[in-house]
């Protein structure tokens, strides 16, 4: 199936360099700022409860990827398992869905870099724009595009860094809720995890649970490691795990400090507001100190730009190598082995889509265009690497 002669280079990515990747692509800081708000609003105090459920319900597909990653661990993963499975051509379309899917999701962190940016911009007292927003997105998206481009360690590296950086104000910010909160009769309890304490019940419950599964997507970009992970059949798997259990009992634990972090009054009406609940519970807490949650909003953004790019790209180069997409996608540079022509396609292509729609539009619509259309095509990712391995666990 494969030309050997074109091959990333192999066994230089460990456990935790693959796990950092899924984790990163997760995102603790993202889902904390952008998901946290919509499910209190749907669930109230029930919503650490909604993260649990998420959680349990993505474990199924973790399961299909890491069986697949274990006995056809390929760059291409959800493309090149579809072509075992099916066919070919189902094979080639699932790989331009997959590529989509994270394609759309690169997209989204140039326009998340220049939204932060202006609110870096605004604590400082600066005027904003449409054109701070550019340079924002312009700028933020060098430092991944040189991370990527010299090779997958430089990579992982980086993403870590970003990673530990996003874990360390948000889980300061969650801490201090814990231990500080004004207001002694709302403070820590395990009625969030009770289904009595959902403020619509039941149909509170599922609504809140479309915002949290959309905070378990992107797990899956550890499968495109395949290639260039030690020992892949083995760690993939491993990696997969650990990057959702370690995200999981971050977040659940983040949302729980959170909705203690001031009256459920308060608390629904920054939620059904306009703006991030975190911002404003950060300024409750920290003052203006609260600069950090958009200073970690870029971190966050810089973070997933690395691992989107890099699951983009093999995703392209797998096809390529294949002949199930133009062959110059396959082009590797000669001194870092990666696939440089398709990361020269995603960072110009993305950053382009990123100013295109902010500018017909505006940035934020921007963020949730993409962001609606990143879901779509993860769903469909989805669906083909669980029918791909109930077929081919079929056959043995």
């Known amino acids: 199936m494969q030309n050997n002669t074109l091959s990333l280079k192999t066994g230089v990515v460990g456990l935790l360099g693959a796990a950092t990747m899924g984790t990163v692509m997760l995102s603790p800081a993202m889902t904390l700022y952008g998901n946290f708000g919509p499910t209190y609003s749907a669930a109230g105090k029930a919503a650490p409860l909604v993260f649990i459920l998420a959680l349990l319900a993505t474990i199924p597909t973790?399961?299909?990827?890491?069986?697949?990653?274990?006995?056809?661990?390929?760059?291409?993963?959800?493309?090149?398992?579809?072509?075992?499975?099916?066919?070919?051509?189902?094979?080639?379309?699932?790989?331009?869905?997959?590529?989509?899917?994270?394609?759309?999701?690169?997209?989204?962190?140039?326009?998340?870099?220049?939204?932060?940016?202006?609110?870096?911009?605004?604590?400082?007292?600066?005027?904003?724009?449409?054109?701070?927003?550019?340079?924002?997105?312009?700028?933020?998206?060098?430092?991944?595009?040189?991370?990527?481009?010299?090779?997958?360690?430089?990579?992982?590296?980086?993403?870590?860094?970003?990673?530990?950086?996003?874990?360390?104000v948000v889980g300061a910010l969650c801490l201090m809720v814990s231990i500080f909160n004004p207001t002694p009769s709302e403070s820590l309890s395990l009625s969030?995890?009770?289904?009595?304490?959902?403020?619509?019940?039941?149909?509170?419950?599922?609504?809140?649970?479309?915002?949290?599964?959309?905070?378990?997507?992107?797990?899956?970009?550890?499968?495109?490691?395949?290639?260039?992970?030690?020992?892949?059949?083995?760690?993939?798997?491993?990696?997969?795990?650990?990057?959702?259990?370690?995200?999981?009992?971050?977040?659940?634990?983040?949302?729980?400090?959170?909705?203690?972090?001031?009256?459920?009054?308060?608390?629904?009406?920054?939620?059904?507001?306009?703006?991030?609940?975190?911002?404003?519970?950060?300024?409750?807490?920290?003052?203006?100190?609260?600069?950090?949650?958009?200073?970690?909003?870029?971190?966050?953004?810089?973070?997933?730009?690395?691992?989107?790019?890099?699951?983009?790209?093999?995703?392209?180069?797998s096809m390529g190598r294949n002949g199930q997409a133009p062959k110059f996608l396959a082009k590797l540079n000669p001194a870092t082995q990666v696939p440089s022509s398709a990361l020269a396609l995603i960072f110009a292509a993305g950053l382009g889509g990123a100013i295109l729609v902010g500018g017909m539009t505006s940035p934020y619509m921007a963020y949730v265009w993409w962001g609606t259309t990143t879901l779509f095509f993860a769903m469909i990712t989805y669906i083909a690497v669980n029918t791909s391995n109930l077929i081919l666990n079929r056959r043995k």
Request: hydrophobic share 50%.
């Open 62 to 168: 973790a399961i299909s990827y890491a069986l697949m990653a274990r006995d056809y661990p390929e760059s291409g993963s959800a493309q090149a398992w579809t072509t075992r499975a099916v066919s070919k051509n189902a094979g080639q379309w699932t790989g331009w869905m997959v590529f989509l899917y994270y394609f759309t999701a690169f997209v989204m962190q140039p326009v998340t870099l220049g939204l932060f940016f202006n609110d870096v911009l605004t604590a400082l007292h600066i005027p904003t724009g449409f054109w701070t927003y550019l340079i924002g997105a312009v700028g933020c998206s060098i430092l991944p595009a040189r991370l990527v481009f010299k090779g997958i360690n430089p990579s992982t590296n980086g993403a870590l860094m970003f990673l530990l950086v996003e874990a360390a």
């Open 192 to 317: 969030g995890f009770m289904f009595s304490s959902a403020s619509e019940g039941t149909h509170g419950i599922f609504k809140g649970m479309v915002f949290a599964m959309l905070s378990f997507t992107g797990f899956d970009v550890i499968s495109t490691l395949s290639e260039e992970t030690h020992m892949p059949k083995r760690l993939i798997p491993q990696a997969t795990f650990l990057s959702i259990i370690m995200f999981g009992l971050f977040v659940i634990t983040g949302v729980w400090a959170l909705t203690y972090a001031t009256s459920p009054e308060n608390l629904r009406a920054l939620a059904n507001s306009s703006g991030m609940p975190i911002t404003e519970i950060a300024r409750m807490y920290w003052g203006k100190g609260s600069i950090l949650i958009a200073i970690t909003g870029l971190s966050a953004g810089l973070g997933i730009a690395i691992a989107t790019s890099v699951g983009a790209s093999r995703v392209l180069f």
